[in-house]
């Protein structure tokens, strides 16, 4: 929870789930309602780009591959880091330390900003494994039918089915993520479904937040 200028609380609400799961498309129908949303993904990519020390210490450990026209290159890392745990460990501890700093910056913003919103939202795949989780006011998981998942990110992204299943044995279970979880929402069914999702926790936070005040 964070206190803006009029000693408003303003409650933070992580939302995850696994790799195309649904959680960008989740908090894109929030953002379209006014509520501010972190992409943690988005995020840690655009300061990899721009943080000297961050690249500076990418080179240093992973070579100069890792960028390529002075941009992180995604594929190169990627084959690195999903396949070997521990160099995936050491990528998140030179990143992670920014991205939390850089969402401190952007709080601060909305708060001096935006007046009257009840909540803001951070979206991270990881948000369990980097311990964000600790700091929301309610937690939301985006689950999905694993066949989904794999369908709809070979269709967004340019990675085959061995590389997505790297990438989900670096992400926990669904089944501690729901435990810690406030809400879960099943998106096995069509992206018109998800919206009434994201309308029905809407409604549903807002209730919660005005009545705990
Ligand atoms: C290796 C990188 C460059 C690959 O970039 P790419 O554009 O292919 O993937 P992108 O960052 O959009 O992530 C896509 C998905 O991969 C999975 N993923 C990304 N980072 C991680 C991670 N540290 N652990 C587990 N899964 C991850 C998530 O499901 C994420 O939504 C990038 O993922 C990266 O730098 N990751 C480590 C830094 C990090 O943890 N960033 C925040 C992720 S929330
Ligand atoms: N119910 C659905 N029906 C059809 N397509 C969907 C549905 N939900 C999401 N998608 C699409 O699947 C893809 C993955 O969704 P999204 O990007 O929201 O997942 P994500 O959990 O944020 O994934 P990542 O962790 O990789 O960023 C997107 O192209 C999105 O538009």
Same mark, same amino acid.
């Given at each position: ?67 390529? $026209? ?11 880091? %999903? =396949? @070997?745990? #521990?160099?995936? !460990? ?64 070979? $269709? ?11 990438? %989900? =044995? @670096?992400? #926990?279970?669904? !089944? ?38």
């Amino acid at each position: 929870m964070i206190e803006n200028t009029k000693n408003q609380k303003i409650k933070l609400i992580g939302i995850t789930g696994k790799m195309g799961s649904g959680k960008s498309l989740f908090s894109l129908f929030l953002k379209k309602k006014g509520i501010p949303v972190y992409s943690s993904d988005q995020r840690g990519k655009i300061l990899m780009n721009q943080v000297k020390i961050i690249k500076q210490n990418v080179i240093k450990y992973f070579g100069k591959d890792s960028y390529r $026209k002075d941009k992180i290159n995604r594929t190169y890392l990627s084959e690195i880091v %999903f =396949k @070997n745990p #521990i160099a995936l !460990k050491l990528l998140c501890t030179i990143v992670h330390p920014w991205i939390l700093l850089d969402f401190k910056q952007w709080m601060s913003s909305i708060i001096r900003i935006q007046k009257k919103i009840l909540y803001v939202i951070k979206e991270s795949a990881i948000l369990f494994e980097s311990k964000s989780y600790k700091e929301c006011d309610f937690i939301i998981t985006i689950t999905s039918p694993k066949k989904n998942m794999i369908e709809r990110i070979i $269709k967004r992204d340019n990675l085959n089915e061995h590389q997505i299943i790297d990438r %989900f =044995k @670096n992400q #926990i279970s669904n !089944k501690k993520r729901e435990k810690e979880s406030n809400f879960v929402i099943e998106n096995y069914l069509s992206t018109y479904h998800l919206q009434k999702e994201a309308d029905r926790i809407h409604k549903l936070l807002e209730k919660f937040i005005t009545q705990k005040k």
